[in-house]
């Protein structure tokens, strides 16, 4: 094989466009492409001049060509109604498009308990007949051990909702930079073995007859990656297709294909997605880039059901939304803000129960106040700095603050948050809690959604960029949010 180089001048005959006056700026360029032949012209002279065609041949293919445009217009205007073929229509007979009420009612996403433990057996159990790293055997072992605790993390929570959807027959994909074995090494949906020559995939083998499941580390390419899994979750509708960034912050390299498609094509065109984007989000410390998966920017394109917007705080609740994707007739984007430091957290588990009888939660009420009605502060938050905000009121003891996690910011889970904060006494104080400066996150949202404008909000100062650079600044920051949330003198 040889490589072939084309080296091709094209022009536009009238400008950028028909509307367009190209000679306001270049003149003499197009002083010149006015006089020249058009490309149908040229060939033909030159074909002709060659002995290869003739004059009369040549006038006649014209003439019958022009003829066909002209039979084909009568046609186009004896029809009375132009029937357009919907996109996809067969694969999207059965998929409707959302109401408000498929945000109100929980879905059913729970599954058998005696397949969940069939399943995360499967998936912590590695072959005897290969030889994989130590560190490697080490973590299995402790995914193993989650079993019998009945207390499992956030990548057991993860892997088993992919599991359950293989097994269901729903062909699972999941492309994102380094994405086999996750950016913080919490999934490794692949195994290597000890000498490099071998992988091994537990997703690949649950037994039975599943349906696929891909993993794929995909090139540092946003724009194009995503791009290409959102045509690919069009055509899928049955399967989940996931793409994950490897921090929330690097999707805006993709910016474009969330606002022209995956935002607006529901309303644009009647297009139908399922599209998964996985966005690790949260402040620890790791500057403007490592931060912050841009909240903000999903909830202002947030409008007429076209998203869904989540930010889970267990693992039952990150396994019942993804499985939520394919258990309703309805298909809708969702983009998740994946927790990073919760991946190893000692309290973020879920119990067996959580899976196997569980439903996904919008808003998770309170679990440690007996007596909701000498509560004085109600604490409105979503994500990660629900653990801090708990751990800080565990140590203050203080009885007199209630946290209220809010899992789903769009829809907005109006309903099912006032059926929780109906027990709270009416002057009680409502304060919006996030990490993230006041000008960006869910502050502005959620207290246009409650419409209440007595909500307090607290969280960094307004700022131009998502996160500090200092870790100190940080943290410095960071105390200072969850002292102003659990200070009830502090006004």
Avoid at 65 to 88: G, I, R
Avoid at 354 to 370: D, P
Avoid at 434 to 442: D, F, I, R, S
């Amino acid at each position: 094989n040889i490589d072939v180089f084309i080296d091709l001048l094209s022009y536009r005959k009238y400008g950028h466009n028909e509307g367009d006056e190209p000679r306001f700026t270049q003149p003499e360029l197009y002083d010149i492409i006015a006089k020249h032949k058009n490309p149908r012209d040229i060939y033909a002279e030159k074909l002709i001049g060659e002995g290869v065609i003739t004059r009369q041949a040549f006038e006649e293919r014209v003439e019958a060509f022009q003829q066909q445009l002209d039979e084909a217009y009568e046609v186009s205007l004896s029809t009375s109604q132009l029937n357009l073929q919907p996109f996809f229509a067969e694969k999207y007979k059965d998929i409707r498009f959302p109401e408000a009420a498929d945000f109100e009612t929980p879905a059913e996403t729970r599954i058998p308990k005696e397949l969940f433990l069939q399943l995360a057996e499967r998936i912590t159990t590695l072959p005897r007949e290969m030889k994989f790293f130590n560190k490697t055997v080490r973590l299995f072992a402790q995914r193993a051990a989650m079993i019998s605790e009945d207390s499992y993390d956030w990548a057991m929570g993860e892997l088993m909702a992919y599991a359950s959807l293989a097994w269901e027959k729903h062909a699972v994909r999941l492309s994102g930079q380094d994405s086999e074995r996750g950016t913080f090494s919490h999934r490794h949906a692949e195994i290597i073995t000890e000498d490099g020559k071998d992988k091994y995939f537990p997703l690949k083998n649950l037994g039975g007859e599943q349906a696929a499941v891909r993993v794929y580390n995909s090139p540092l390419n946003e724009y194009g990656i995503l791009g290409f899994e959102y045509g690919y979750s069009l055509a899928h509708p049955e399967g989940l297709t996931i793409w994950e960034a490897q921090f929330g912050d690097f999707y805006n390299v993709g910016q474009v294909v969330v606002d022209q498609y995956i935002a607006a094509a529901q309303e644009k065109w009647g297009i139908k997605s399922g599209l998964v984007m996985l966005l690790p989000h949260g402040y620890e410390g790791q500057g403007a880039d490592h931060s912050s998966g841009r909240i903000e920017r999903f909830l202002t394109l947030c409008a007429n059901l076209n998203l869904q917007v989540v930010n889970c705080t267990t693992p039952a609740n990150f396994f019942h939304v993804l499985r939520r994707q394919l258990h309703r007739d309805i298909r809708v984007p969702l983009i998740v803000f994946t927790p990073k430091s919760l991946l190893r957290h000692p309290e973020c588990t879920s119990s067996l129960a959580e899976f196997t009888e569980g439903a996904f939660r919008e808003v998770i009420g309170e679990t440690a106040i007996s007596n909701p009605s000498k509560v004085k502060r109600l604490l409105l938050c979503s994500g990660k700095i629900y653990y801090e905000l708990e751990a800080a009121r565990r140590e203050a003891g203080n009885d007199a603050l209630s946290i209220i996690r809010i899992e789903q910011l769009y829809p907005f889970p109006a309903k099912q948050l006032h059926e929780l904060t109906a027990q709270y006494p009416a002057d009680v104080e409502r304060v919006w809690v996030q990490e993230e400066p006041l000008n960006m996150g869910a502050a502005a949202f959620v207290k246009q959604q409650l419409g209440d404008c007595h909500l307090r909000l607290i969280g960094r100062p307004a700022s131009g960029v998502t996160a500090e650079g200092l870790t100190a600044q940080h943290k410095i920051n960071q105390a200072a949010i969850i002292q102003q949330a659990i200070d009830i003198a502090t006004h």
